[in-house]
C-alpha cells in the first residue's frame, strides 16, 4: 500500500501550490484522506481531511479559507489546493488515510498509511 505525493516547491508567501496524493483504490473507497504537515523542530500537525464522499471537508483553524482539500475518484487522487501562503505554512507536508473518526479528530497517530512528504517553502 502506497500513498504518493507531490507538487510541493517553493513559492513567495501569497502565492499558491497544489498538493496531489495518489493512492491504492483499495485505501480510497473506504478511508478518509487527509493532509498533515511537520516543520523543523516542530510536531506534526493536522491540515485538513476529507470523507470518502469528498464532501463536508474539514480543517484546521491555521489553514481555514486559505487551503482547500479534494479528492477525485476516477482518479484515485487528493488534492490540497493552498492559496495566500504564509512563511508559516513552510513544512514537509504528508498524505495520510484513516478512518473518519480518526482523521476529524486529527491526531497523527491515528493514521493507518501515510506517503513520503513533499517539501513546502514559502519565502517572506
Known sequence: VQL?????????????LRLSCTHSEQIFSSE???????APGKEREFV???G??????YYADSVKDRFTISRDHAKNTVY????????EDSA????ASALEPYMKAGDSRGMDYWGK??????SS
Open 4 to 16: 504518493q505525493a507531490s507538487g510541493g516547491g517553493e513559492v513567495q508567501a501569497g502565492g499558491s
Open 32 to 38: 478518509a484522506m487527509g493532509w498533515f504537515r511537520q
Open 48 to 50: 485538513a481531511g476529507v
Open 52 to 57: 470518502w464522499s469528498g464532501s463536508d471537508p
Open 80 to 87: 490540497l489546493q493552498m492559496n495566500s501562503l504564509k512563511p
Open 92 to 95: 514537509t507536508y504528508y498524505c
Open 117 to 122: 512528504g513533499t517539501l513546502v517553502t514559502v
